[in-house]
């Protein structure tokens, strides 16, 4: 059975983002666009190289499926993060859209069409999986509580 790791930036009250700038999702009126990269250190980057070093397939929501797609194939490799942009050409690439409609165009990607799909996908044999940001999608594959908890809607 497949791992899923969760990779992700979030904020001691749950704010999920990218280490991005300003501009990064303004959705619903957010307008503390960037706010990881002040904490970005040296212990940030080692723990990113060691995540993105393993052999490992990707597995995004729709939304950020569409961001790493816009971004990544044209990302210069010999560039800082170039590594990262190297590893995502290689592999595998999920996207789980409950439409289907999503451009799927990028070298490797596959979709997949809800939670069952990635329920199957664990029990494949291959390397772990690993999510970037897709809150959504996170909140989907984690187990619930079986007491009420007002951490979940």
């Given at each position: 059975?497949?791992?899923?790791?969760?990779?992700?930036?979030?904020?001691?009250?749950?704010?999920?983002?990218?280490?991005?700038g300003p501009w990064e999702d303004p959705t619903k009126g957010f307008k503390f666009g960037g706010w990881v990269m002040p904490y970005f250190d040296q212990e940030f980057g080692e723990e990113l190289?060691?995540?993105?070093?393993?052999?490992?397939?990707?597995?995004l929501g729709r939304r950020t499926y569409e961001i790493f797609a816009g971004y990544w194939p044209y990302y210069d490799?010999?560039?800082?993060?170039?590594?990262?942009?190297r590893a995502f050409k290689d592999i595998k690439k999920y996207v789980v859209s409950r439409s289907g409609e999503v451009e799927t165009s990028w070298q490797g990607s596959v979709l997949l069409?809800?939670?069952?799909d990635?329920?199957?996908?664990?029990?494949?044999d291959g390397p772990n999986i690993v999510t970037q940001g897709s809150t959504e999608l996170v909140?989907?594959?984690l187990p619930r509580p079986s007491v009420p908890c007002s951490c979940y809607p």
């Open positions: 059975m497949r791992k899923v790791i969760i990779g992700a930036q979030v904020s001691m009250d749950s704010v999920m983002q990218a280490p991005g190289d060691r995540l993105f070093s393993e052999k490992f397939d990707l597995l490799e010999t560039a800082p993060a170039g590594g990262i942009a069409r809800d939670i069952a990635v329920k199957r996908l664990r029990q494949e909140h989907a594959l």
